[in-house]
C-alpha cells in the first residue's frame, strides 16, 4: 500500500540541473524532455532512508563510494556546482575576478553562510578544503593547476595557476568543510543536513533563506557491507534512494516499484589503439574506426539508455559540443570497409590482433564483443583479451594490444592533456605530436579553440570517443518529485539557480601581509 503524502524536503542548493526522468527498471531508451520543477523539491510518504558504506566512511575528501556520495549531497556544499551544461554555477560563491594573464582568480564568499555547528565560513575554510582536495585521489586531478590558494581577508581568497585557465572556476565543485575537520570522519559541512550518530538530522543553522525540510527533520542512515545488502534495504523498505551506476551487475534487476533519474557524468568511454604496433599504426583505418560506431545502437543495446552517444571527446550537452563538426562523423559502415581496403592492412583469424578489455566491467566486455563482430565483417580479425583490472592496467602499460575500450572520469571542462602529453597518465598508446599538446594548452587558455582540437582529433585519431556514461538515481515510487539532479549534485533545484560572469578581467593581485604558502 502506498503510503500518504506528508513531508516536505526542500533540499533545494543552489544550482542548476536537467534531470530526464525515466521509467522502471529495465532502463529505458527513451527519455522524458527535463522540466522545470514549479515547487520545492518534496519528499512524500511517511518516511525517508538513505543507505551508506561505514568501510569508505564520510568524509568527501577520501571516500570513493557512490553510495555515500548521496549522504554527501546532504551533508556539503561547494564554491560552484557543475550544471547538466557543464557550467560553473555559484553556490557558496559571491563573485570572483580573473586576472588578466588568467593565473590568478580571487573569489568572495557569500557573507551569510554557517556551518552546521553555527560557526561562519571563512576564507580560510575554503582554503584548507581546497588544500585537501588538492592532495586527495579524487580531486588532485582536477586541481593540478593549483600552484597555490591562500586568504585575502575573512570572505576573500585566491587561487594561483601555473597555467592561464578561462573556465577554472568548473574545477572548483569540491566541499568546503571547517578548516579543522578537513582530516575528521565526518568533517561538518554548511549542508542542509548534519550527521548526528546513525542518522543525519535537519541543520538548524542552515543559511538558506528558505526552509531546507519543513517536515524531514532525520533520514536514517542504514550501514550495509555488500550490494547485496544495499539491493535489500531499497527493495524492502530501509532505503529509499540508490545513487549508482545502472549498468553495474549489482545496480540491475530491482523487484520494487521505483522510479529513476538520470544523473550526467563526465565519463567516457573510448577506444585507444596502439600507436608503435599492429594495424592501428595505419592513420587511414584508425580515422576510419569512428563511422563504423553506431553510437546510437550501442548506447540503446549495452548501456539501456543511460549514455550520451559521442563523436567528440566532449559530452553533447556541453556548449563545448560542435553539431556540425560531429556530423561530418556520422555511423558510415560502408565508408569503413573502404578504409580497411585501402589501408593495406591485413589480418587473419589464424593471427588476429588484440582487443583488451577490462572484465570487470560486463557492459564494456559485451561492447567489446560486439565491436569485434563488426570488425571482422569488415575483414580486420581481432580476439578479445578480457582480464582483470590489475592485468589490464598492465597489460596498457607494456602495449600488449592493439586496441582497448577505456573509461576515463574527465574533468568538467573536458581538458584533454592526459591523453596527449608525452607523459601523460593516459598517453598509453605512445602518442607523439606536438601538435595536440599545443591545442590542448590553447583550448585550457580559451574554450573557443576546442573545436579546432576536435578536428585535429578526429584526423589523426589517437582516441575514438564512444559514449558518456550516465548515472542513476533510483528512488522508491511517489517519495521524490521535482528533482533534477547535477554533476555530482543530486539534490538540486534549477528554479534558485544563480548566474557569475568571469568576463571582467581587471582583477589586481592583492598581496597578503605574508608570502602566499600552501596552507
Known amino acids: 500500500m502506498k503510503r ?44 525517508f532512508g538513505l543507505s551508506y558504506l561505514p568501510e569508505f566512511g564520510l568524509n568527501p575528501f ?28 555559484p553556490m557558496l560563491c559571491e563573485s570572483f575576478a580573473v586576472s588578466e594573464d588568467g593565473r590568478t582568480y580571487t573569489y568572495t564568499l557569500l557573507s551569510d553562510v554557517t556551518f552546521s555547528d553555527g560557526s561562519a565560513m571563512t576564507a580560510q575554510d575554503a582554503v584548507a578544503s581546497i588544500t585537501a582536495a588538492r592532495s586527495s585521489k579524487l580531486y588532485s586531478g582536477r586541481l593540478s593547476h593549483v600552484t597555490s590558494a591562500y586568504a585575502l581577508d575573512t570572505l576573500r581568497f585566491a587561487v594561483t595557476l601555473n597555467a592561464t585557465y578561462e573556465n577554472f572556476s568548473l574545477m572548483l565543485d569540491v566541499p568546503i568543510v571547517k578548516a579543522d575537520t578537513v582530516e575528521a570522519d565526518s568533517p561538518i559541512g554548511t549542508g542542509p543536513y548534519a550527521l548526528a550518530g546513525a542518522q543525519i538530522r535537519r541543520n538548524s543553522n542552515w543559511w538558506q533563506e528558505r526552509e531546507p525540510a519543513a517536515k524531514v527533520e532525520v533520514i536514517p542512515l542504514t550501514a550495509v557491507q555488500t550490494p547485496n545488502e544495499l539491493r535489500d534495504n531499497f527493495e524492502f523498505g530501509g532505503t529509499d534512494l540508490v545513487y549508482c551506476d545502472p549498468n553495474a551487475a549489482a545496480s540491475v534487476g530491482y523487484r520494487c516499484d521505483f522510479e529513476v533519474w538520470e544523473v550526467p557524468t563526465t565519463v567516457l568511454h573510448y577506444l585507444g ?26 548506447a540503446n543495446s549495452f548501456y539501456g539508455g543511460f549514455a550520451l552517444p559521442t563523436v567528440l571527446p566532449c559530452s553533447p550537452d556541453s556548449d563545448l559540443y560542435d553539431m556540425q563538426l560531429a556530423g561530418k562523423y556520422a555511423y558510415d559502415l560502408p565508408r569503413f570497409q573502404a578504409a580497411v581496403n585501402n589501408s593495406g592492412v591485413e589480418t587473419s583469424e589464424e593471427a588476429p590482433g588484440v582487443f583488451l578489455v577490462c572484465s570487470d566491467d560486463p557492459t564494456r566486455v559485451a561492447v567489446a564483443e560486439a565491436l569485434i563482430e563488426t570488425f571482422r565483417q569488415c575483414g580486420l580479425y581481432l580476439r578479445l583479451k578480457s582480464v582483470s583490472a590489475n592485468a589490464y592496467r598492465s597489460a596498457l602499460s607494456s602495449g600488449g594490444y592493439d586496441v582497448y575500450l577505456g573509461e576515463v572520469r574527465l574533468t568538467a571542462n573536458f581538458d584533454l592533456a592526459e591523453f596527449f602529453s608525452s607523459n601523460g597518465n593516459l598517453n598509453y598508446g605512445g602518442i607523439s605530436d606536438s601538435a595536440l599538446t599545443q591545442l590542448c594548452s590553447a583550448a585550457l587558455e580559451n574554450s573557443g579553440n576546442y573545436p579546432e582540437l576536435c578536428t585535429k582529433i578526429l584526423e589523426s585519431a589517437p582516441i575514438c570517443p564512444v559514449v558518456f556514461k550516465s548515472y542513476a538515481i533510483y528512488v522508491t515510487r ?16 534549477s528554479a534558485t539557480a544563480r548566474t557569475l560572469s568571469d568576463a571582467d578581467r581587471t582583477y589586481e593581485q592583492t598581496e597578503p601581509s605574508d608570502t602566499p604558502t600552501e596552507e
Open 4 to 47: 500518504c503524502l506528508a513531508l516536505l524536503l526542500a533540499l533545494a542548493l543552489t544550482l542548476t540541473l536537467c534531470a530526464c526522468a525515466k521509467n522502471d527498471a529495465p532502463p529505458s531508451s527513451e527519455t522524458e524532455a527535463p522540466t522545470e520543477p514549479s515547487e520545492p523539491l518534496a519528499v512524500k510518504g511517511d518516511g
Open 62 to 89: 577520501t571516500c570513493n563510494s557512490t553510495v555515500n556520495r548521496a549522504v554527501f549531497s546532504l551533508l556539503y556544499e561547494s564554491l560552484f556546482v557543475v550544471s547538466n551544461q557543464f557550467r560553473a554555477e
Open 273 to 298: 589503439f596502439n600507436l608503435k604496433s599492429g594495424p592501428f599504426t595505419s592513420e587511414t583505418l584508425r580515422t576510419a574506426v569512428t563511422y563504423m560506431l553506431d553510437r546510437e545502437s550501442i
Open 478 to 493: 511517489g517519495k521524490l518529485s521535482s528533482i533534477t539532479p547535477a554533476v555530482d549534485c543530486l539534490f538540486h533545484n
